[in-house]
């Protein structure tokens, strides 16, 4: 079975401060990974993506991840957090299983609260 | 109107009840999903449409009834619904075929309240 486990449910910081939010995730075949947020009573906003290639994968909002396929890694990070970046963000992955549609595993979210 | 929309964004509903959630896509997609989000669970894959036909139904309890009608739009049907069915219920889509993934395109949801 393929899970995926965003290691904290809530992440609190300061606004300016750097952020890491983590995801690991289970698969013995290739994956893609992706990064979404949501903003309270909105959908789900497509952060960023990693689909091959870098290993660096920068995104909207001044957010990047970093692909670390040794340690089925997906961490989320941002230099300096600002208050508009308090959300939930959720890890998701796709099995690379040759078709072109498939599901995504959602990790539980995380939610992070900047505080000024 | 552009991405994924969906109606109503809020919805309140006895157990005996009949109503229909809309979802709209504009950006030309061929796939379509529907999700269920739930407080401290993870998102919900419940049905998934490709070029209208349902290839995905994850043992959703026929209480919930899809339908895609064609491409850009989706629905799901809600009869006798249960209070462990209040949730927020996203619709997403995406372009499926021609590139080896597809990113899925969310709509705000909607909020579901059985009483």
């Known amino acids: 079975a393929q899970s995926v486990t965003q290691l904290d449910s809530q992440v609190p910081v300061f606004e300016e401060a750097p952020v890491e939010l983590r995801c690991n995730y289970s698969s013995s075949v290739s994956v893609y990974l992706f990064w979404y947020v949501q903003y309270p009573n909105q959908g789900l906003q497509l952060l960023l993506k990693y689909l091959s290639g870098s290993t660096l994968v920068k995104g909207i909002n001044g957010f990047e991840a970093e692909f670390n396929k040794s340690q089925t890694s997906f961490h989320l990070r941002k230099p300096s957090v600002h208050i508009s970046d308090t959300a939930e963000y959720f890890c998701?992955?796709?099995?690379?299983?040759?078709?072109?549609?498939?599901?995504?595993?959602f990790g539980r979210g995380t939610q992070l609260t900047v505080w000024p | 109107e552009t991405g994924v929309t969906q109606t109503p964004r809020h919805l309140v509903m006895g157990m005996t009840n009949k109503k229909s959630l809309k979802c709209e896509q504009h950006?030309?997609?061929?796939?379509m999903y529907w999700y269920k989000q739930s407080a401290k669970k993870p998102l919900e894959l419940m049905f998934v449409?490709?070029?209208?036909?349902?290839?995905e139904n994850n043992s959703v309890p026929s209480r919930f009834s899809p339908e895609c009608p064609n491409s850009s739009h989706l629905f799901l049907h809600l009869h006798t619904l249960q209070p462990e069915d209040s949730a927020l219920y996203l619709c997403a889509s995406s372009q499926a075929g021609g590139r080896r993934t597809d990113t899925q395109y969310f709509g705000p949801g909607t909020r579901l309240t059985v009483l």
């Open positions: 449409y490709s070029l209208e036909e349902r290839v």
């Open positions: 950006l030309g997609h061929n796939a």
């Open positions: 998701a992955v796709r099995l690379d299983r040759g078709s072109t549609l498939g599901r995504l595993y």
